[in-house]
């Protein structure tokens, strides 16, 4: 494949809106409400003495902190696994991979999927119509089947970015048809991939090609499926919604259905009546009279004015069979409703099904559902995510944890009512507010899971929006979190099932060369792979941890060293984390999977700016990436 070389300048300035990250958005709209005990709680901060005190004081530090943060460089050096030797930071506007790989565009926002769709228009995009059957904006969390010998990847579609998507209108959304344009751009895409002599492509009108978008009908499933509170007037049963939103990460079921997690869905209502009372469950979720879209002034089921129960439906799991494109999606509620990152399977010694999964937002919570029914291959598994038990999990400092089951007895709600409020039922049992749970990953090779706690500046500063305290605790040790860690957890007795578990953290990001405390991080970072905001995570087949980035590319004050956002490879044992990718300026990379055969990872740039990746000219658009090595070696 070839290098592709792209100009180091900008296009043109991106509007405010384009620019702030969605927690921002949500931020400004909607700040918490300021902590009470302001000073107390961060004179309980620890400084980056007390913390390394406190953990060797417990007499087994590698219980708290990972196994490698205390190797060392030498003891790193001497465990290596990795194929690659680690590339620097970059800041310009293209994607660079180690010496030995390369990488090339695989599909791009607006690219066709069927061939009735137009072409991607540089100027000005795709047409309203075009869009619901084109490669979708944001690419995230994604996953290939093997569909009898076939490469499908169903891939996530998460927001919009106006400015670049109503080219046409200035950025500005003007009309219905402005928000049909934006609802077919976001949701899923599942789309055939084939490799030529010249690289990747897309099957063109593949009979597995489809797009969802915030249109596509699915069925309510679980506890909360009929529930009064999911009603509408167009859906009176509450069991039938259109749509899936702010699909974020991903994940894959052990019986081959695509998982698709509804994140920020808040955003997207509001009401035409700006003197509507909102219910403080609206306001724990962060619904309120403004949506970032305008879709409340256009199209009426966004208007909580006249569909105050459209945004609890949304906020779900969502199972999609991708062998069949006639499949009617199904929103999982008895995975709860909060602002899902993504889905982590795995399966316990006894069969049941476990489902691992983040809460991103400040504050909130980390997860697990356990199915009552095991799986076995080729079995039925209609039920596995309608008859289970969520849990939440809850940290002690002294390296122990303990996921406490969501029941009406626990919560003093029913089970609707938990699977509707799933952040008020996750409140009553006092679980352990964490700094923004994404991407959380299961290691193949070992018991043991991982998330991604991204950062958290109102970490001992502000409590969550359920007014839940966040003072700094076991595993969201610093106050005022801007660079983010990885916790991991071992199951007892080797159970993902397991009610207990012993945890520690892999790895604190920081700036050592900025900073002499926490701030600068735990051991195993260095000069050479500084980041911050770590995000997707996702294992390969050897156990090495891909650790992706969504963080401050300013490469300024505290993030300088830092570059553009990137891709990094970590070792679960040795601590090692080597930086194996950069991503253009501006961009998120987010979301990676693999070829059957190992030899392609195919790797998502999100929110890229223009020129990436078709050169001056050209609106920029978000894309999937195949990168492999040049002697056609596994990849991972
Ligand atoms: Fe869509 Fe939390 O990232
Ligand atoms: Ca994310
Ligand atoms: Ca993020």
Redo the contacts with the bound molecule.
Sequence with gaps: MKHIQTPATPQSQADAMDTMSWDDWDELQRPTPEMTEFDGVVASAMSRRGFLGRVLAMGSGAAVMGAGVFKGSTALAASDRFAFDAIPIATDFTIHVPEGYSWAPVAKWGDPLFSDAPAFDPVSGVTTEGQARAFGENT??MELFNIGGRQVIAVNH?YANTRTNLARSGGDVTSLDDVQLLQNAQGVAVFEVEEAEDGWRIVLDSDLNRRITHQTPMTLTGPAAGHDLLKTAADPEGRTVLGTMNN??AGKTPWGTYLTCE?NFNGYFGSTDQALELSAEFGRYGIGLEGRYAYETYDARFDLSQNINEPNRFGYIVEIDPADPTSTPMKRTALGRFKH??AACAVAPDGRVVVYLGD?ERGEYLYKYVSDGVYTPGGDTSDLLVEGQLYAAKFTDDGRGEWIALTPEATGMDAAEIAIHTRLAASAVGATTMDRP??VAVNPVAVEGYCAL?NNKNRAVKPNAGGDETPVNGPNPRAENKYGQIVRWYPENDDHAAVDFTWDLYVMAGNPEVHDDAYAGSDNVHKGNMFNSP??MMFDSAGLLWIQT?GDDSNEDGFAGMGNNQMLVGDPVSGEIRRFMTGPKGS?V?GITWSSDRRTAFVGIQHPKAPFPDGEGSLARSTIVAIKRDDNAVIG
């Design positions: 995230d969390g998460e974020c990460g994140e990152e993504n991103d994404e991407w991204t995000d997707g969504d998120e987010t």
